[in-house]
């Protein structure tokens, strides 16, 4: 079911990124005269599935202070007015337009409380992704997909970089023992998302 679950709600929200990657490899910037916006809320529709739940079994103290004993992957939340969060929209077959200007604190990821922080990531394609672990006990990064690394972090708050030049998405888990961490990177190679 878990599995049923997570491909369902990766491809509802991914699936043009993945689908048009190659078609993405010659962005160019220019300039823009009046440029606009787009802004709305992805809303979900339907029945709600059964989102699985794993029992928080290692280091509780780090990553349950409330003894809450179990935590689900966060892979679909819904909000009270049925907006569905941690959702990119992604625009397909731009070739040219304003330039990428994330900021840095945006290029960050952090285990925090045994969760990944931000659950969703946006990154520059060829950016440098900073992580680290505001958490005591071992981490890991493990990535793949767009990007293929397994860094450990042993030390609270050591910072480490590594550079994403591959477009799509990189799906993030803990080895370290914590079976419920999991995020997803999606770098990307134009600012339209």
Not at 23 to 30: E, I, M, R, T
Not at 55 to 76: G, W, Y
Not at 125 to 133: N, P
């Amino acid at each position: 079911m878990f599995q049923a679950v997570r491909c369902a709600v990766s491809s509802l929200f991914l699936l043009a990124v993945v689908g048009n990657a190659t078609a993405q490899s010659n962005y160019q910037v220019v300039s823009l005269g009046s440029p606009g916006t787009i802004a709305g809320t992805v809303k979900w529709s339907g029945p709600l599935p059964r989102i699985p739940t794993f029992a928080i079994n290692k280091d509780p103290e780090i990553c349950d202070p409330e003894s809450h004993k179990i935590r689900d992957l966060e892979r679909l939340i819904i909000g009270p007015q049925g907006g569905v969060a941690n959702t990119v929209v992604f625009l397909k077959n731009i070739s040219s337009g304003k330039t990428i200007n994330l900021p840095e604190p945006r290029r960050f990821l952090d285990q925090k409380r045994c969760r990944y922080e931000p659950h969703i990531l946006l990154l520059p394609q060829d950016a440098e992704l900073r992580m680290k672990s505001s958490d005591a006990t071992l981490h890991t990064v493990h990535m793949d997909g767009a990007a293929t690394y397994n860094l450990p972090f042993p030390f609270t708050n050591q910072i480490v970089s590594r550079s994403m030049p591959t477009r799509g998405l990189a799906n993030v888990r803990c080895n370290g023992g914590h079976a419920w961490m999991n995020a997803e990177i999606l770098v990307v190679p134009h600012p339209y998302y």
